[in-house]
Nanobody, 125 residues
Framework: VQLQASGGGLVQPGGSLRLSCVAS????????VGWFRQAPGKEREFVLG????????TLTDSLKGRFTISRGITKNTVYLQMNSLKPEDTAVYYC???????????????????WGQGTQVTVSS
């Protein structure tokens, strides 16, 4: 499975962006998907995930109420909706996927084998 993340850009504080993660050569059926982000000089940080089977999600506490994740109708796309963006949300955002992952390990980057190339999100006035 190859992943393509897109939808990043420059947005003012308080604005919104929707990131897309598209799987080429297959679909996300049978795969859990995680979004991570990495700011300059910082470690890669878990943002949000959606597990397979079902739509159970995990979410970093500091992002609750602002970020949501969903699967697209076409089954080869997963979206990350980001609202009320803050300057500290500035980072490169990555999506990752794995077919066998337990809930407690979804926030661990090494749990994922397949990664997209990342999309830059900059929140600034």
């Amino acid at each position: 499975v190859q992943l393509q993340a897109s939808g990043g850009g420059l947005v003012q504080p308080g604005g919104s962006l929707r990131l897309s993660c598209v799987a080429s050569g297959g679909t996300f059926s049978g795969y859990s998907v995680g979004w991570f982000r990495q700011a300059p000089g910082k470690e890669r940080e878990f943002v949000l995930g959606i597990r397979w089977p079902g739509s159970q999600t995990t979410l970093t506490d500091s992002l609750k109420g602002r970020f949501t994740i969903s699967r697209g109708i076409t089954k080869n796309t997963v979206y990350l909706q980001m609202n009320s963006l803050k300057p500290e949300d500035t980072a490169v955002y990555y999506c990752a996927t794995e077919s066998r992952i337990i809930y407690s390990m979804m926030a661990v980057p090494s749990s994922y084998e397949h990664w997209g190339q990342g999309t830059q999100v900059t929140v600034s006035s």
